[in-house]
């Protein structure tokens, strides 16, 4: 099958085109020029230059394929560059559809989040829920995945944590460090993306997908400190009434880790009963602790 991805050289592209291709599957990756050297090119891959943002790039380029992987999605905006959730999750969703529909492909298979809603309290949430309004009101044979926070080599929150505790005494705790989310392993959600393709049972269906345990943020710093070698890690708990103010003022810098819009996700939590999905899909979610043995070390 020949399956059309966008977003293919990001941290879930990767690993979705890694199994397409493994799985006999044709990727035709849709890549901004000047992106190309992002992409593993490898037996299978096709490449294709346009952008979801640019809906005359998307003319034909869909042509010869059987299914759409929409994966394109941002976590941090920058507004001075054009790079805003309204664009890259609603409008750049509202492009492909369009671009789908028109040129005759019928699957297609949408990367959402755990914690999309109408009356969110984050922008991020409300565009992805927006997004889905776009997909489940179209005329093509949907699939919806809803992943909680997504871990695996080359991932950014846990090697960005990994980092910190290599080179810091003391790690720093927003507020007390009991919100919770379920670490779910990039190989599974990318499998149950390629498994789709093939099980029409899932068309019109939306799975949220969560790893085995429900754990607090010091549970998984205390996770990622067993998996260095670490035999405690020293935490410091940052009052949430100082640090609300400190985020506010520096999200714009590019090189300050947190913004306003993931401290409210993050305090929110991210956990969904796992049952569902993996039963559908027929996978033991792998656990944080087993997975991060592979990419993390002292």
């Known amino acids: 099958m020949k399956v059309f991805v ?6 879930v592209g990767t690993e979705i085109v890694r199994q397409l291709t493994s799985a006999g599957h044709v990727a035709r990756c849709l890549v901004r020029p000047g992106s190309d050297h992002k992409l593993e090119i490898r037996t299978g891959v096709e490449v294709r230059h346009g952008d979801v943002c640019d809906p005359e790039s998307l003319t034909e380029i ?13 976590i941090r905006e920058f507004p001075h560059k054009g790079i805003t959730f309204a664009k890259l999750h609603t409008e750049a969703t509202h492009n492909l559809i369009q671009a789908a529909q028109e040129q005759g492909v019928k699957r297609y298979i949408h990367m959402s989040a755990n ?7 984050t922008d991020y949430h409300r565009t992805k829920w927006a997004a889905e309004q776009f997909v489940r009101n179209s005329e093509l044979d949907w699939t919806i995945f809803r992943p909680s926070m997504i871990f695996g080599p080359q991932d950014q929150f846990v090697t960005m944590l990994a980092d910190m505790m290599r080179k810091l005494p003391v790690i720093p705790v927003m507020g007390d460090g009991q919100y919770r989310m379920a670490p779910v392993a990039v190989e599974d959600v990318a499998r149950s993306f390629v498994q789709a393709l093939e099980m029409p049972e899932t068309v019109g269906k939306t799975y949220q997908c969560c790893g085995p345990e429900a754990l607090t943020y010091e549970e998984i710093l205390d996770t990622i400190g067993m998996a260095l070698g670490k035999q405690a890690v020293t935490k ?21 880790p947190i913004t306003r819009t993931q401290l409210t996700m993050l305090l929110e939590g991210n956990v969904c009963e796992p049952g569902p999905w993996p039963e559908a899909f027929g996978i033991a979610p792998t656990s944080l602790s087993e997975g991060i043995q592979k990419y ?3």
């Open 62 to 74: 869909l042509t010869g394929c059987a299914a759409v992987i929409h994966l394109v999605g941002i």
């Open 115 to 121: 914690g999309a809603r109408e009356q969110a309290s």
């Open 236 to 256: 410091i708990h940052q009052p949430l009434f100082l640090m609300k103010p400190i985020v506010s003022i520096l999200e714009g810098l590019p090189q300050f």
């Open 6 to 11: 966008t977003g293919s050289t990001g941290f």
């Open 296 to 298: 993390i070390s002292p």
